[in-house]
Nanobody
């Protein structure tokens, strides 16, 4: 089982910055990819950025150059630095983690979601 604790959301003006954190804890063998999704009101959840354990990254085109994803493997924590925020970035942001867990001699992959943190950008 993996527990995810997100933090860092809030209200910011256009052009401002926020840094989201997602800390994973619990019983697992390792954490593979960590990522952030967002869901605006009335819209589908969309992928924002992901990062693997060996720092391979994907960043959605709409946030490229403004958002940076990073992680601290020793702390099992991922970060999303969001700069030059725009009103269209307003959404609930969800951490997503792919963990490897063990049951006896068997290992398996399991996906987890954070509880979400609200980011609101005022114009």
């Amino acid at each position: 089982q993996v527990q995810l604790v997100e933090s860092g959301g809030g209200l910011v003006q256009t052009g401002g910055s926020l840094r989201l954190s997602c800390a994973a804890s619990g019983s697992f063998v390792s954490i593979n990819a960590m990522g952030w999704y967002r869901q605006a009101l009335g819209k589908q959840r969309e992928l924002v950025a992901t990062i693997t354990s060996d720092d391979r990254m994907f960043v959605q085109d709409s946030v490229k150059g403004r958002f940076t994803i990073s992680r601290d493997n020793a702390k099992n924590t991922a970060y999303l630095q969001m700069n030059s925020l725009k009103p269209e970035d307003t959404a609930a942001y969800y951490c997503n983690v792919d963990a490897i867990e063990r049951s006896g001699i068997r290992t398996y992959a399991q996906m987890y979601w954070g509880q979400g943190t609200q980011v609101t950008v005022s114009s």
